[in-house]
């Protein structure tokens, strides 16, 4: 079969880095960025985070080839930023909307329990009633 292996998946090359950046010489304030073991899913969410920013001019992402596992992010500040700058704050930004989705996700499977527990019938602990197929495994949630 054609497919890489799977560990190829997320295990680094030896020798290459997470992210490298070439700065482009053509472009003032650009700069490319390979990413390396990430898909689409990261480039676009990096791509629109980077875009929400008002000091990047441009920000794209493509991804070289479909069985490579890497992406290249394309970005253009205006003067006194850095593209460099501007990608590590779009991953700070990023990596904490998606604690904050996190924590607000963790609060409603916490709410929703007790809601649902709120809203059983009060039986007493007759252990002949118990059966323990109706046990209700719960997600692992962090406190």
């Known amino acids: 079969m054609n497919a ?6 997320f295990v680094i090359p ?4 997470k992210v490298e950046m070439e700065v482009d010489t053509k472009i ?7 990413i390396e073991r990430e ?8 791509r629109g985070q980077l875009l929400k920013d008002p ?6 992402y ?3 080839h479909p069985l490579e596992h890497n992406f290249l992010v394309k970005v253009q500040t205006v ?4 593209p460099g700058k501007a990608l590590k704050d779009a991953t700070s930004e990023l990596i904490s909307e ?5 924590n607000k996700f963790d609060m409603e499977v916490i709410r929703h329990r007790t809601f649902e527990d709120a809203n059983q019938p009060q039986t007493g602990y007759d252990v002949d009633s118990m059966n323990p197929m109706e046990h209700r495994t719960g997600m692992d949630v962090d406190f």
């Not at 030896?14 to 880095?17: D, V, Y």
């Not at 003032?28 to 390979?34: D, K, L, S, V």
């Not at 003067?79 to 850095?82: A, H, N």
């Not at 998606?98 to 996190?102: A, F, P, R, S």
């Open 4 to 9: 890489p292996d799977r560990f190829e998946l």
């Open 14 to 17: 030896e020798g290459r880095k």
């Open 98 to 102: 998606i604690n904050t989705l996190k």
């Open 39 to 46: 898909d689409h899913t990261l480039g676009n969410i990096l």
């Open 79 to 82: 003067p006194g930023t850095s």
């Open 28 to 34: 003032p304030n650009a700069a490319t960025f390979a």
């Open 62 to 64: 493509k991804v070289p």
């Open 55 to 60: 000091r990047v001019l441009f920000a794209g």
